[in-house]
Structures are given as structure tokens and as C-alpha cells.
């Protein structure tokens, strides 16, 4: 069973840059369509961006297309997501997560979860 940790969070500016890793352990992700979700207080969880196992295929949420990116390295067990031009309404405790599908955009299709890290923007 594989085990996520996410870091990279924390503070940032408006319009500035963050860069979030999570690596996996306890077996490998090259199965797995890996995705990034988040929570804001007081919301449901919401998707961000996945990526297919081979990592040909991505998909984006609407308020981050265009901003944000998701890569992988298999070889390192890591999934990234790359968030640049950063507004005050990403901030978010930010999950990655691993499914069994090639990817997806729900929750409810993920098996596997990391603890969360915090990112907040500040205007």
C-alpha cells in the first residue's frame, strides 16, 4: 500500500510561485493516476489537477488552467505541482493522491491520500 507526503507548502504571495512535491512510499506509483485536490475551511474538497499513469495524459481544473502544472518522475516515486501566478483564492490545505484508475477528477476515486500541506496567499 502506498504512503503519500506532501511538502512545499506555505506562504506566498499574489502573483508569486510555489512549487508542491509529494513522494511516495511503500511501493511504487507507477500504477497509479496520481491527482492534487484541496480544501479551503468551510468547503468541500475540490479537485486541482491529475495526471495519467504514464503521465501523457493531464487534466486541470478551470480556476487553475494555465497557472498551475502537475508533472511525475517515476523513477524518483514524486508528483509535483507547479503553481505560478498565485491569487489569494488558492489557498488551501493541498492533498495528493493516488487512484487505481488511469486518473481522475473526483475524490471518490482515489484509494490513497496524503496528510495535506497548507498553502496560503496573501494578497
Known amino acids: 500500500q502506498v504512503q503519500l507526503v506532501e511538502s512545499g507548502g506555505g506562504l506566498g504571495q499574489a502573483g508569486g510561485s510555489l512549487r508542491l512535491s509529494c513522494a511516495a512510499s511503500?511501493?511504487?506509483?507507477?500504477?497509479?493516476?496520481l491527482g492534487w485536490f484541496r480544501q479551503a475551511p468551510g468547503k468541500e474538497r475540490e479537485f486541482v489537477a491529475a495526471i495519467s499513469r504514464g503521465g501523457g495524459i493531464t487534466d486541470y481544473a478551470d480556476s487553475v488552467k494555465g497557472r498551475f502544472t502537475i508533472a511525475r518522475d517515476n523513477a524518483k516515486n514524486t508528483v509535483y505541482l507547479q503553481m505560478n501566478s498565485l491569487k489569494p483564492e488558492d489557498t488551501a490545505v493541498y492533498y495528493c493522491a493516488a487512484t487505481v484508475r488511469v486518473y481522475g477528477a473526483r475524490p471518490d476515486e482515489y484509494a490513497f491520500w496524503g496528510q495535506g500541506t497548507q498553502v496560503t496567499v496573501s494578497s
Open positions: 511503500g511501493g511504487t506509483v507507477s500504477p497509479y493516476g
